[in-house]
C-alpha cells in the first residue's frame, strides 16, 4: 500500500469520518454538543483500555525486551520541547511562557492520535508491537515537565523547593489513569484483559468514534483562531509534526522497532497534546496565551495527524526501514 492508498484508506475510515461530522457541525452552526461529564468519561476509557492493554503486553514480553524502546522514547519526550521551544524563542520570536506552553504540548503526547493511528494499523494488517502503549505513558509527562522546566530556566525564575507544578503533572487524571491502567494489566496479565474484553476491547472503536466527534467539534470551534496566530504558528503546526514524526521514525528503527512499531512512536513523537498539556500549561505557565497552544494544537496539528499525518508516517517507516 502506498502513501495515498493508505491516506485514501484513513480518510474513509469511521473514526476520521466522525471528526469530519464534528468539524462540519460546527462550521454550519449544529447545537450538536457533547456533555462535559461524558467527553471526560470517554477520556478515562480509552486511556483505561490502552494502558492495561499496554501493561498485558509488557509483562509478556519482559522489560529486559523493551528497555531500550523505553529508553527511546522518553530521549523523544526530552528532545522534543527543547527543540521546540528554541525554534518558537529564536526564529518565532514567542515569548518565554508562550513558548514553553506550545513546546511542551508538542513535546507531550495525544493519546486520541495514538489510538486512531493503532486502529489504522490493525485496519491494514500492519503488524506493531502491543506494548507501544507504554510509550505514551512515558513520553506525556516527561514532555509537559522538560517545558516547564525551560520556562523556569529562560526566564530565570527559582524553582521551588517544594515540586507542587510537578506533582500536578503527574497526579493529572489523564497521566494517573494511564499509568494506573498499565500497572493493573502487568499485574493481571492477559487474563486481565480477557476478563474486562466485554468492555474495554470490544467497545473499543465505538467510544473512539464518538470521541473523534467531540474532537471535531472541538477542532472546529479554533478554525476560527487559526488566522488570528499567524502564519508562523501555522507552519510551526504543521512541519513540527513532520520533522518530529521522521525523527520518531527514524529513533524506533534504531532501537529495533518493527515497522508498525517504528511508525507509532513516530505519531506520538508527532502528536501535540491537548488534555494533559492545557491543564498543566494553565496551572504552572499561567502567562501564556491558551489560544496560542491550543489552537496550534488542537486546531492545526490535530487535524492534520488524523487526515495526512499517520500514512506519512508509515511512509516514513516503509521508506526509511525497509
Known amino acids: ?38 467527553y471526560v468519561g470517554l477520556v478515562l476509557y480509552l486511556l483505561a483500555a490502552i ?25 523523544l519526550g526530552i528532545a522534543i520541547p527543547c527543540i ?42 500492519m503488524d506493531h508491537e502491543a506494548y507501544a502503549s507504554a510509550f505514551l505513558a512515558i513520553m506525556e509527562p516527561i514532555g509537559i515537565v522538560v517545558a516547564i522546566f525551560l520556562a523556569r530556566i529562560a526566564g530565570q525564575m527559582q524553582i521551588a523547593a517544594s515540586p507542587h507544578w510537578i506533582k500536578e503533572v503527574l497526579t493529572g487524571k489523564g497521566c494517573l489513569i494511564l499509568l494506573g491502567a498499565l500497572v493493573i494489566g502487568y499485574a493481571s496479565g492477559h487474563q486481565g484483559v480477557i476478563l474486562t474484553k466485554p468492555f474495554f476491547v470490544d467497545p473499543f472503536k465505538g467510544v473512539l468514534c464518538l470521541f473523534m466527534l467531540e474532537m471535531g467539534l472541538l477542532a472546529g470551534q479554533r478554525l476560527a483562531e487559526v488566522r488570528q496566530v499567524g502564519v508562523f504558528l501555522l507552519f510551526f503546526g504543521i512541519m513540527m509534526p513532520i520533522l518530529n514524526g521522521l525523527f520518531g521514525v527514524l ?18 513523537a ?33 487535524p492534520f495527524n488524523i487526515g495526512l499525518g499517520i500514512p506519512l508516517y508509515l511512509w516514513f517507516a516503509k521508506t526509511f526501514l525497509e
Request: hydrophobic share 55%; charged share 10%.
Open 251 to 268: 529513533i524506533g528503527g534504531a532501537v529495533g522497532l518493527s515497522i508498525g512499531g517504528a511508525t507509532l512512536l513516530g505519531v506520538l
Open 1 to 38: 500500500m502506498d502513501v495515498l492508498e493508505a491516506m485514501q484508506s484513513n480518510l474513509l475510515a469511521p473514526i476520521p469520518l466522525f471528526f469530519a461530522l464534528g468539524l462540519f457541525a460546527t462550521l454550519i452552526g449544529s447545537d450538536l454538543k457533547m456533555p462535559e461529564s461524558l
Open 84 to 125: 521546540g521551544f528554541v525554534i518558537l524563542r529564536r526564529v518565532g520570536g514567542f515569548g518565554v511562557q508562550d513558548a514553553a506552553a506550545i513546546a511542551g504540548h508538542y513535546g507531550s503526547v495525544s493519546a486520541v492520535t495514538f489510538a486512531v493511528a493503532s486502529q489504522f494499523l490493525t485496519r491494514i494488517e
Open 51 to 75: 494502558g492495561l492493554k499496554g501493561g498485558a503486553e509488557i509483562r509478556e514480553v519482559g522489560f529486559s525486551s523493551i528497555w531500550s524502546s523505553l529508553v527511546a522514547a522518553a530521549f
Open 270 to 302: 508527532a502528536s501535540a497534546s491537548y488534555i494533559a498539556a492545557p491543564a498543566a500549561s494553565r496551572i504552572s505557565l499561567p502567562d501564556a496565551n491558551p489560544s496560542l497552544y491550543l489552537t496550534a494544537s488542537l486546531g492545526i496539528t490535530f
